[in-house]
């Protein structure tokens, strides 16, 4: 155990002072309502028609509650990822390179450094003081997320440490935590089949016979430690020690004041409790991240034990709901290096360019999209199919295999796909007995769910696109802004391409013509007038003759 020293990593701090200083940050010093007000003016970035890239982040500094009462902690929201740019800054690498920093974390996890003394125990409550007004949990600006619906301010972007009491290994995990009192609040973690570690956590205290189990609830940690909160890693694995593969260094941490827990040394907040695991409690309404609203369940009660925070604490909390959000730029992002590390590495398969999450559709996790390479054996893109549908128990309701040319974060372009280059009798394939994923339909049945399997590659080569080529509809841009036209935002595909049955020859005549030449290419043609030929016979531009 040491004494705490400079750190190799950022802090939150260190965090929002980089996103201000990239143009990522819009400081809100007006008074804002955290009941009302403060997540719907956040949610107009993401439902306003606004492009992605200019999502910012927000931090509220001068906050009141629906009576009123003003708070001295600011909050910040959509602070670790409003868009990959953001989630950039926390990784602390380039947007291009955060798929090989999280293979390379889980490749090689460093182990905490446990040290005596940290910012999270600037101040610390105990005891009686934990239930009056004003103190506790009660003390902090938490938002309402969902004004008209939820019933209470609830924590989103948490970090919950829970121990497993068998091996002792900690698990982290986001669970949203509804406030109830000072020194109270209602903890939901996934109970589905391989659902959240927590959870499992809880298990094996009730078969222990325990009617208590220790958990801190963290708000506000470095980045590289926030980021597993979300992320899932394999059941036994220590978020810290993938924190510290992140970082490229020991994250600290120090001994909880009132729990046998460790939490990061940096935290802005950390509340402490136990969680009863012999009753539970109503917790709910709330807007869920698969976009709809959980309705009212009973959940896990927890009675605060401890409230520590910096004196310089910043609470973030996430802008979740329907996609796009926070949230599903988060899981995308975590998400999308798993699935391609799990068929390039664990499967070996072979011509796997990239897979991505399609993050506008609801749930986020039920339509994963695999881009494969051109010429790929069939039998390789249903090995990805099957694999990607596999690899989790609450992903991929929908998986499609499509090309390299298809630009996976339009929808037109996928249907485009689906209806181009499939034969639904012989490209997809329907796969039963699945669990639930994320969403309000397991939450109320629990019946069982399918996957669909969709190949929407190229099954041979195609003629191009038929759109102008990309320099004539750069050359068309320039003029069309140079009249002062309305601000284009273009869709893909804005330009036509060669999907493989394309010639020289033609590529040739195509340049006469645009150069006003169509005369010299009718005197190419002539001399190839054939005889007694059923209208629509193919040309074959390597010998000039029919086909």
Known sequence: MTNQTRRAY??????????????????????????????PLVRWQFVGGMKEADRKAFL????????????????????????????????????????????????????????EAAPCHDIV???????????????????????????????????????????????????????KAPDRLVVRMATRVGGAGGYQHYLKHQQQGDTEMPVAIVLGCPPCVAFMGPQKLPIGMDEFDVAGGLAGHAVDVVRARTVPLLVPAEAEVVI??????????????FGESHGHIALEEYNMPMRVTA???????????????????????????????????????????????????????????????????????????????????????????????????IDVDSPDSILWAMSYRTNPVHDMQLL????????????????????????ATMKSPMPPLALPTRPYMERARTIWEEMGLPPLMPQSPWHGYSLGAWHDYWEAAADRAARGGYLENGKISLPQQRPGLKPETKFDPDTGEPM
Not at 66 to 77: A, D
Not at 272 to 285: A, L, Q
Not at 432 to 455: F, M, N, Y
């Open 125 to 179: 409550e105990t005891g009686g003081v934990l239930s009056q007004e004003g103190h506790g949990i009660d003390i902090l600006p938490i938002p309402v997320s969902t004004p008209g619906f939820d019933s209470a301010p609830t924590l989103s972007a948490t970090n919950v440490i829970t121990v497993d009491p068998e091996t002792g290994v900690q698990n982290m995990g986001t669970y949203r935590c509804a406030l």
């Open 432 to 455: 039963p007995h699945r669990g639930q994923g994320h969403g309000p339909k397991r939450e109320h049945a629990g019946e069982e769910d399918s996957t669909l399997l969709i190949d």
């Open 60 to 115: 509220f500094t001068n906050i009141r509650d629906g009576k009123g009462r003003p708070y001295e902690i600011p909050v910040i929201v959509g602070g670790l990822a409003a868009n990959p740019a953001i989630y950039a800054v926390g990784m602390d690498c380039p947007v291009e390179e955060i798929g090989a920093k999280w293979k390379d974390a889980l490749a090689h996890p460093i182990p905490p450094r446990e040290v």
């Open 307 to 405: 409230v520590t925070r910096r004196r310089d604490a910043v609470i973030p909390s996430y802008i979740s709901q329907v996609a796009p959000s926070e949230s599903s730029v988060i899981k995308r992002v975590a998400y999308e290096p798993l699935f391609l590390s799990h068929l390039r590495d664990t499967l070996s398969i072979k011509g796997i360019r990239k897979v991505s999450l399609h993050e506008p559709l609801t749930g986020l996790l039920r339509v994963t999209v695999i881009t494969v390479d051109r010429g790929i054996p069939r039998t390789e893109i249903w090995r990805a199919l099957y694999g990607a549908a596999f690899f989790k128990g609450d992903c991929s309701k929908i998986c499609i295999a499509v090309d390299e040319d």
């Open 10 to 39: 950022n802090d939150l701090h260190d965090h929002i002072a980089e996103l201000d200083r990239q143009g990522l940050l819009i400081r809100v010093d007006r008074e804002i309502d955290k009941d009302a007000e403060m997540h």
């Open 272 to 285: 402490e409790g136990y969680i009863d695991v012999t009753r539970v409690e109503p917790e709910g309404p």
